[in-house]
């Protein structure tokens, strides 16, 4: 008997739908279900389909649960990927992905998403491992998502100063751009190793495929770098020690200091 075969501690995929549910927004949600589970079966069983019975039906919170049946021993690691396969569905709903859905899987969850509708708070999307929550409609997902901010890139040159270097688990600098104090990640390849050894402390112009904020147009990052030229420092006062010995005739700068005092 499948009961004697399947004894699974996570066989069971519950929806429930929260708030003021009617009997048409119910019927709709337990047919696209019924879709989303037929295409599971279809993508993970190639003969005979996983029967799926009902365990527990609540109108009062609109909750429907049901639970594979294995019968045979295959049955339950199929009923196991089916099952994982939900809880990451619901995961991306949740998190506004339903794109990175498979398209056979992802229009049910359109269409169940589509019934939150303000009257419909949220649907839940179950395990007995996790339950994901889904409080916007698909479409509310994607205006969302259009709205975002959406860096630009270009090709072009920054120029600052080189602050940090890292060779694992990529080569990498991070740069602070003179100009704004901007810091900048600048994505390199091996080829650039020797450069990078000597950039450290100097100003570099880097070339390559740049990425700006698209608010601020700040430079955060350069991809796809094609050059990168090291400016080395005009000078500094310690390069100038020992420069004016001959003005000092010899003396220390505390004696010359103290020989044009007493002029």
């Not at 005979?48 to 109108?59: F, G, V």
């Not at 179950?126 to 994901?132: F, L, N, Q, R």
């Not at 740049?210 to 006062?237: C, F, H, M, Y």
């Amino acid at each position: 008997m499948p009961h004697e075969i399947g004894k699974m501690s996570n066989n069971k995929l519950t929806i429930e739908l929260n708030g003021e549910v009617s009997l048409d927004d119910f019927s709709i949600a337990m047919q696209e279900f019924k879709k989303l589970i037929h295409s599971l079966n279809k993508k993970y069983v190639s003969a005979t389909p996983i029967n799926w019975i009902i365990r527990e039906l609540k109108a009062g919170s609109a909750l429907a649960t049901i639970e594979g049946e294995p019968s045979t021993e295959d049955d339950i690691f199929i009923i196991n990927q089916i099952v994982n396969e939900f809880e990451k569905i619901g995961e991306n709903a949740q998190t506004g992905k339903i794109n990175d859905i498979e398209e056979d899987l992802r229009k049910p969850v359109v269409g169940i998403t589509g019934l939150i509708n303000g009257s419909i708070k949220s649907i839940n999307f179950s395990t007995e491992k996790t339950t994901h929550s889904l409080d916007k409609n698909y479409f509310d997902i994607l205006k969302s998502q259009q709205n975002k901010v959406i860096p630009l890139e270009s090709f072009g040159a920054i120029q600052g100063r080189v602050q940090n270097i890292f060779r694992y688990p990529n080569y990498k600098i991070t740069m602070l751009e003179l100009l704004r104090n901007n810091v900048v990640n600048c994505f390199l390849n091996s080829s650039f190793k020797d450069v990078m050894r000597d950039s450290w402390g100097e100003i570099a112009i880097v070339q390559g495929l740049v990425t700006r904020d698209s608010e601020s147009g700040l430079p955060t990052s350069i991809k796809d770098v094609k050059k990168i030229e090291i400016i080395k420092d005009a000078g500094n006062w310690r390069d100038a020690i020992g420069c004016a010995s001959g003005l000092l005739e010899g003396k220390s700068p505390e004696g010359a200091i103290r020989k044009i005092r007493d002029a």
